[in-house]
């Protein structure tokens, strides 16, 4: 059993559109978050929610907007898509709070490629 | 504030020897530490973590890190590399005290690990 999905795995996008991606955990976590991961293998924290409530929102622009239906849910929808928001996504969570103490379980990514 | 320092974008080993990467870290508070691996169009899996109890951690496959307070740093070794092994390797740091609530992680930059045969 996968323990955090994300759906798709690639996306392949024209620039303007609208798109989401999923993220599902079945591992009971309270804690979800998004990490950017751009063509230079580095990893930025994007938002994290815990219990549904946002709590981290880094300097990302307003068309990426979060969505957590619920506690199991973090979905990422992007706005007019941009060539520069083309990077890897990851989804990951972690058990409320302990992130920093026990590390986060990853989705396998989503590949987003804007042209 | 936090920060992890990969020394090393790039190292190469033949299979069969030793693994160093190099990773330094700065933090406020008393930090915890992990590293993580990513295979080729992978996602992230975590080798080993460090949240203060033995300073000596040991990982899968055969990894372990040492946590050195008075060197800041938190380098990861093997004794002997697989071709398996190759990938890319990501230091990664976190506040343990900087607050409750989802704190986020710092990642290094990461560093590459090429096996030769």
């Known amino acids: 059993d996968t323990a955090v999905s994300q759906t798709p795995k690639y996306l392949v996008t024209q620039m303007g559109n609208d798109k989401s991606i999923k993220c599902e955990q079945n591992?009971?976590?309270?804690?979800m978050y998004w990490y950017k991961q751009d063509s230079k293998k580095f990893l930025k924290i994007m938002f994290s929610y815990n219990n549904k409530e946002l709590i981290i929102n880094e300097t990302v622009p307003n068309r990426f907007s979060p969505k957590s239906p619920d506690k199991a849910h973090l979905n990422l929808h992007i706005n007019s898509l941009e060539l520069g928001d083309s990077a890897v996504y990851f989804c990951?969570?972690?058990?409320?709070?302990?992130?920093?103490?026990?590390?986060?379980?990853f989705g396998s990514g989503t590949r987003l490629t804007v042209v | 504030a936090q920060s992890v320092t990969q020394l090393d974008s790039h190292v190469s080993v033949s299979e069969g020897t030793p693994v160093l990467l190099r990773c330094n870290y700065s933090s406020s508070y008393s930090p915890s530490l992990f590293w993580y691996v990513q295979h080729p169009n992978k996602g992230l899996q975590l080798l080993l973590k460090?949240?203060?109890?033995?300073?000596l951690v040991k990982g899968i496959n055969g990894f372990e890190a040492e946590f050195k307070k008075s060197e800041t740093s938190f380098h990861l070794t093997k004794p002997s590399a697989h071709m398996s092994d190759a990938a890319e390797y990501f230091c990664v740091v976190s506040d343990r005290n900087s607050g409750g609530g989802a704190d986020g992680l710092t990642f290094g930059k990461g560093t590459h690990l090429i096996i030769q045969p």
């Open positions: 460090y949240t203060s109890a033995a300073t």
């Open positions: 990951a969570s972690s058990r409320a709070g302990t992130g920093g103490n026990y590390g986060y379980t």
């Open positions: 591992l009971g976590h309270d804690t």
